[in-house]
């Protein structure tokens, strides 16, 4: 089901389990919640008892938490990290959004709907690929 900034999730779901029995919730792309939302799967989870899991980043390309991610982290149960792998072999846990030319961007709108390229990292590339700290030798 697609929704937006605006749809209030718990009544969209228990709308959708009249009559119905559901056995989970998966959220996809979990980051474009808004803090509102997260709260309202957390009470799907809570007072309609069906689990609720939600996959998404927990930064943007600038390092910044998104809202739907940082509420996340703040209320749920439980966490399960998806490990990505950098090109270097360590544990990626940064992005990185690729201009036309394959150079890192440092500015822009958090959420672009622009074709775009994003690659993972482990932080130390990051830094060096937003030109935060100088490669190292």
């Not at 930064?59 to 739907?68: A, H, K, N, P, V």
């Not at 672009?112 to 932080?123: N, P, V």
């Amino acid at each position: 089901v697609l929704y937006t900034a605006d749809t209030d999730l718990y009544a969209l779901i228990g709308d959708a389990m009249a009559g119905h029995k559901m056995s989970a919730i998966f959220v996809d792309e979990a980051q474009f919640l808004t803090k509102t939302q997260a709260w309202q799967l957390a009470r799907v989870a809570d007072h309609l008892n069906v689990p609720v899991l939600a996959y998404g980043l927990r930064t943007d390309f600038q390092g910044e938490l998104f809202e739907g991610s940082a509420a996340l982290l703040a209320i749920a149960d439980s966490l399960r990290e998806i490990r990505t792998i950098c090109e270097c072999g360590r544990k990626a846990t940064m992005v990185v959004r690729l201009g036309p030319h394959g150079k890192a961007l440092t500015e822009g709108e958090q959420v672009s709907i622009a074709k775009a390229t994003y690659l993972s990292l482990c932080r130390r590339h990051w830094e060096q690929r937003m030109g935060r700290f100088p490669p190292a030798p």
